[in-house]
């Protein structure tokens, strides 16, 4: 038989190709799911069951969590990289990962095709077919859903009818859940009107009594919630499991996709959102304003790249090795409010804490400068202005 490895979710898409791969192809389908921090064990047994009734040979589970945290998630921090000023790159960023350790266990087991479930009219499409064919272009690519153009309903009506019962009302809302976040996607998102509705999102509002949480900060990354020590993924999931349930991080995204269209997401990210704004606002006290200034430039140019699907350039590792460096003093405690919906940003602790020089406070005391010197440094500053004004009347 014609080895073949799908990237394989349990979603509709993922569920259609596996049958179809299987049944109607005569492939022998190795399903793949590669988890970035959406799903429990429990879920990826259920994964695991539905895939072989569907028709898969074998089944692997691999867990990327801890590299997915290593090789993306842990410079989307240090570049506080919010696409468009929203969006963390919650799932976008997870499909380099998964496209990459998908491809690998292709070649690991000799397959001569992959497989994924994205459409014609997605980012997806791109990103996986970029890794794969940068790093086994000898293998071929299968799109069923974008070969045939398939609409969600003639997928349920092809698993029904193969004896799969895939109700519409479950299908619904396209859901993707990984550590950086889950996004929505849904009827009213392919508007430019509608909201999503509360109950479309995986999180619903069950604490309204204001709390607050310090986060420690060690070069950039979080080590410490509320002063116990844990490592940066665990601290990620307990600040979600923690901010979730205030129902906080929730936002559309509206932005340009890779293929030149617009396109609108909903997310629900609250750990990822908090811990941005957290070491967003650390930096603003511990680090110079050039380094802000120039930080904010590849912050948004790596997270840029990442979005469409270019993680594999040469240069994504320049601008990481830049953004590491910037992290060494950006250490120290944040303290935030969490209330429902939102959360508050209160202040910052650090050693490293440039407010705390000796040379004044602003708009009160100088303690490093005379006032004279003062209007002389606002002269000379002030004299391309003059010039300017003087020659151009």
């Known amino acids: 038989m014609k080895k073949l490895v799908l990237a394989y979710s349990g979603g509709?898409?993922?569920s259609y190709c596996a049958k179809y791969l299987s049944k109607e192809k005569g492939y022998e389908v190795h399903a793949v799911s590669v988890n970035t921090g959406g799903f429990s064990s429990e879920e990826i047994k259920n994964i695991k069951q539905k895939a072989l009734e569907l028709g898969a040979t074998y089944y692997t589970s691999i867990d990327a969590v801890q590299t997915f945290y290593e090789k993306v998630v842990k410079y989307l921090i240090f570049g506080n990289v919010l696409k468009n000023n929203t969006y963390p790159l919650s799932v976008s960023a997870e499909?380099?990962?998964?496209?990459?350790?998908?491809?690998n266990y292709a070649k690991e087991v000799g397959a001569k095709y992959i497989a994924h479930g994205s459409t014609g009219a997605g980012n997806d499409q791109v990103r996986f077919?970029?890794?794969?064919?940068?790093i086994a272009p000898e293998i071929e690519i299968i799109t069923p859903i974008r070969d045939n153009k398939l609409s969600r309903e003639t997928e349920i009506t092809y698993l029904k009818e193969n004896g799969v019962d895939y109700p519409w009302e479950k299908a619904k809302y396209s859901i993707n859940k990984g550590l950086w976040g889950t996004s929505v996607g849904g009827e009213e998102t392919l508007t430019s009107e509608k909201p999503l509705p509360d109950s479309a999102y995986p999180s619903q509002l069950e604490e309204k009594e204001p709390s607050d949480v310090k986060l420690t900060f060690n070069k950039g990354e979080l080590v410490a919630i509320n002063e116990e020590n844990d490592t940066p993924v665990n601290n990620i999931e307990k600040l979600e499991a923690m901010?979730?349930?205030?129902?906080?991080?929730?936002?559309i995204h509206v932005g340009d996709t890779i293929i030149g269209i617009k396109g609108r997401v909903g997310f629900e990210a609250a750990a990822a959102l908090i811990?941005?704004?957290?070491?967003?606002?650390?930096?603003?006290?511990?680090l110079t304003k050039w380094q802000q200034f120039q930080k904010e430039q590849q912050g948004n140019f790596y997270g840029m790249l990442l979005h469409e699907g270019n993680y594999l350039d040469a240069v994504m590792r320049n601008i990481e090795a830049f953004l590491t460096d910037t992290q060494k003093t950006?250490?120290?405690?944040v303290f935030i409010s969490l209330y429902p919906f939102q959360f508050r940003l209160n202040g910052i602790s650090s050693p490293h804490d440039l407010m705390n020089a000796s040379f004044g406070s602003y708009g009160e005391m100088n303690e490093g400068w005379t006032a004279v010197e003062a209007k002389g440094f606002i002269k000379i500053l002030s004299n391309s202005g003059k010039i300017y004004s003087h020659v151009n009347n």
């Open 95 to 103: 499909r380099i990962v998964q496209a990459i350790e998908i491809v």
């Open 275 to 286: 811990i941005i704004k957290a070491h967003h606002l650390l930096e603003k006290h511990t």
């Open 330 to 333: 950006v250490s120290g405690d």
């Open 12 to 14: 509709l898409d993922t």
């Open 243 to 251: 901010a979730s349930k205030y129902a906080i991080g929730r936002d």
């Open 129 to 134: 077919d970029m890794i794969f064919q940068i």
